[in-house]
Every structure is written in C-alpha cells, then in structure tokens.
C-alpha cells in the first residue's frame, strides 16, 4: 500500500448520535447478537451515523433487512431529534408488505430516540416487536455498525470532504441505491440485496418482488 500511495480511511472526531435514556422501559433483547433471517421482514436493524460537512454534521438512520443487507428505510437531517429515526421507520413499513410476509423484529441499541414514546409507539401500531441491546455494547447491534462503517468508507471519506448537506444527502440517497441494486455482497452468494431478494420471491411466490421502493 505504501509503495502504490494507498493509506487507509482514518476516524476523525467522535460525534456522539444516540443517548441511552436510562429511566426508559426498554424492550427486551430478542436477538442476542443472532443477525441471521431466513426470509425477508423477519429482523430489521437500526441505527443512526453520522458525517461531517462544512456546514456541520449530517446525521442518517438506516433501517437493514438482515435476510438481505437491503437498506429499506433511511432518513437524513441536521438533528437528532426522535422525527430522524421515525422517518426511516415509516419508509421501511412503506416499502415492504409486512400484511403478507409477516412484521419484523426491529432492533437498536438504547439510544433515546429509539426509547421514545413516539417511536416505539409506532412499532406497536405496527405490529412489530421491538428489540434492545444493552447499553453501551456496540455488538448488540453489529451488523448495523458494520453498515454505518460501510458507509463512511465507500462514500463519506472515499470522496469528501463535503462542502453543504446537500450536497452529501444527494449522494448518499445515489449511494444508497448503488448499495441495494448493484454493490455485491459476499454474504449473500456475491449478489446484490435486490437481487437476493428477488431470488426468494422467484422461489416462493413467482417472483412476486414486494417491495414499494423496487423498480
């Protein structure tokens, strides 16, 4: 690497996304560091990163389908606020069909927007059963970690540094897309989640792709 001029992405400073809110009920952990699904919609993983930008921080939830790596929800805003988390919540219940193939176990760290009368509020509405890790144990929610380093790496470092918001929401909305139509994944057979995806609808119901984000 060094004789080819190639270093590696290197951590900048530690900005803090979620406070444990510790006099909050929190649901259990049902997941126990298990990051496996055998179908679509049975695990969702959330969390909330962040990026820097001449302008100040950009924050982004993500929502995962562990069955496929898909990005299924997702919301980017200049705050932290519960509104941040419950935009990414409402556009993964949007785009899947959870009436069919049954409503997720949706898990998080404890972070204080997760613990929130709103959102998880939302979750029961929905019908779907939340999961929380324990406090300050970024293995409880590794896979979402994994995606947020991902993230950084591919686009945020890779091609910043960034000059507005805007500018960074753009790409990360065409990254987005690229991660969940076309970037391989090695596990998932060196496919990507659209396709996984497509394969067990092809498999199961003749290639009935439920998804109102799919093209």
């Known amino acids: 690497m060094v004789d080819m001029g190639i270093h590696g992405v290197q951590r900048g400073k530690k900005c803090y996304t979620t406070t444990p809110d510790l006099t909050a009920a929190r649901p259990p952990d049902l997941v126990k560091r298990q990051f496996v699904a055998e179908r679509p919609n049975q695990l969702w993983l959330a969390d909330i990163t962040y990026a820097s930008t001449w ?7 993500f929502i995962l389908d562990v069955y496929s790596r898909m990005i299924v929800g997702w919301q980017l805003a200049d705050h932290l606020r519960t509104d941040l988390v419950l935009d990414a919540l409402e556009m993964a ?3 899947r069909d959870l009436l069919t193939y049954g409503r997720p176990i949706h898990h998080s760290d404890a972070g204080c927007q997760y613990t929130s009368f709103r959102y998880t509020d939302r979750l029961d509405q929905a019908g779907i059963a939340a999961s929380i890790g324990t406090v300050g144990d970024s ?5 979402a970690e994994a995606l947020n380093g991902t993230y950084k790496s591919e686009l945020v470092k890779l091609w910043g540094p960034w000059r507005t918001r805007i500018q960074l929401e753009l790409a990360t909305i065409e990254w987005i897309d690229w991660y969940n139509a076309v970037r391989l994944h090695g596990a998932i057979q060196d496919v990507p989640p659209a396709e996984h995806e497509a394969d067990w609808y092809q498999a199961r119901h003749g290639g009935v792709f439920l998804d109102a984000g799919a093209a």
């Not at 302008?55 to 939830?61: D, P």
């Not at 293995?139 to 896979?143: E, G, H, K, R, S």
């Open 139 to 143: 293995y409880d929610n590794a896979m």
């Open 93 to 95: 219940i949007w785009r």
């Open 55 to 61: 302008q100040g921080w950009l924050y982004v939830a």
